[in-house]
Each structure stands twice: as structure tokens, then as C-alpha cells.
């Protein structure tokens, strides 16, 4: 068990009692200690349900920092007419359209409909959505992808010339910026309305933690 405390002295401190000490301090402490934590579980009890939906949001609020990261890389992205920068390519596309989709099937909550984007972004949706059933996901049928092979006879002898043709969006679609903002924008929101629907059940003051933990660690 933990608790925290401030002073003038010391503003913004972080103190971690462990639980086996409690005993130690003064009555008064500890019944107020043992107040709190009861009425802290009594709360979370009260807001189980809630609680669970943010859980499982959270995985939402993952993908789609990783969309962020990917369109960030695939902004930056300069075409060489290279294979190593090709496969680069190549990589971050399959990347953004493999947690897209993740992200929109979801589960438990965590997905979103296509429905719920802006009406312009629901065809660049569908191309994600094509595109990851056609090139990636299955081997089948797609307009970005095309089989090249040549056949050539020399004096009786027969060479095959394997070779492939790929279409990209050089930096990633303009849709796909908008599109991981809107996801951005629609998640957040759903993660506000679970923040308001704890402070109705709870009577209570919730808010989702923005940056990293306080650094405590029990000794």
C-alpha cells in the first residue's frame, strides 16, 4: 500500500509507505490510511465497469500512436531508386496498413466503424481496407502489384527473368495524415465520455494521465 503527501517545503514529492509499516506509525495515521483505501475501493468497485472499457481502450490508444510514428517516418521518406530504400518503403506501408486494420477490427470496444470517419475518408478507408486483404493479408489480385516475368530463348536455351512491379504512395497517401487525425480525434473523444461517465457514477474527479508516472519505487 502507498501514499502520497506534499508540503510548502517540498512541493510536488512522492512518498511510498510500505504496508508492513503502517503498524509503525501513529494511530491516527493509520486509521486515516486505512480510511482512504477503504473508500478508495469502494470507488473502483462503483466504477468496475467503466474501468474495464478505458482498459481495453488503451489498446486503441496504442495502435494509434503507432500510426503516428509510421506516418512521421513515411513523411520524412525520400524516393531513391534503390532496393534498400524501396524495402524501406515497402515496410512502413505494410506496417501502417497492417495496425490500421488492426485497429479498425478492434474488439471488446476497441475498434472503430467506418462510419464513424469524416464521409471524404471513408474511400481512403476502403483503399486500407483493399489493400490489406488483396496485397497483404492474402496472395490474390491487386492493382498496386503486378507480375512482370520475361521469357527470353537463346539458341535453344530458355532464361526466365523473374520480376515484379509495386505501386506506393512515395511518403504515404495526404489521406492517411488525415485519417490517423481523425482516429486521434475520435478515440480521444471515446476516452473523454468513459472519463465523464466515472465522474457520474463515482461522484468523483477522474482525468486519463498525460506523460510518464510519478518515479517511486517501494523500498
Known amino acids: 500500500m502507498s501514499d502520497t503527501d506534499t508540503d510548502d517545503d517540498d512541493d510536488g514529492a512522492y512518498y511510498v509507505v510500505p504496508e508492513e509499516a503502517i503498524q509503525y506509525l501513529p494511530q491516527e495515521w493509520q486509521e ?21 472499457q478505458l482498459s481495453r481502450l488503451s489498446l486503441s490508444f496504442y495502435h494509434v500512436t503507432v500510426l503516428k510514428h509510421i506516418r512521421d517516418k513515411l513523411a520524412v521518406y525520400r524516393f531513391k531508386a534503390d532496393m534498400v530504400a524501396f524495402l524501406e518503403l515497402d515496410m512502413l506501408t505494410t506496417a501502417f496498413v497492417a495496425t490500421y486494420v488492426r485497429l479498425h477490427t478492434g474488439g471488446s470496444g476497441s475498434g472503430f466503424a467506418r462510419d464513424a470517419l469524416p464521409e471524404a475518408l471513408r474511400s481512403a478507408h476502403d483503399e486500407i481496407i483493399d489493400m490489406r486483404n488483396k496485397r497483404y493479408a492474402h496472395v490474390a489480385d491487386h492493382d498496386s502489384v503486378n507480375d512482370e516475368m520475361e521469357i527470353q530463348e537463346d539458341e535453344g536455351r530458355f532464361i526466365v527473368n523473374l520480376s515484379f512491379r509495386f505501386g506506393f504512395y512515395i511518403g504515404g497517401s495526404n489521406d492517411w495524415t488525415k485519417l490517423v487525425d481523425a482516429l486521434d480525434e475520435i478515440f480521444a473523444e471515446r476516452g473523454q465520455k468513459i472519463v465523464e461517465r466515472l465522474q457520474a457514477r463515482t461522484g468523483r474527479e477522474w482525468s486519463i494521465a498525460q506523460g510518464p508516472p510519478p518515479d517511486a519505487t517501494p523500498t
Open 32 to 52: 486515516a490510511i486505512y480510511a482512504r483505501a477503504e473508500d478508495g475501493r469502494k470507488v473502483l468497485e462503483a466504477a468496475d465497469k467503466e474501468l474495464k
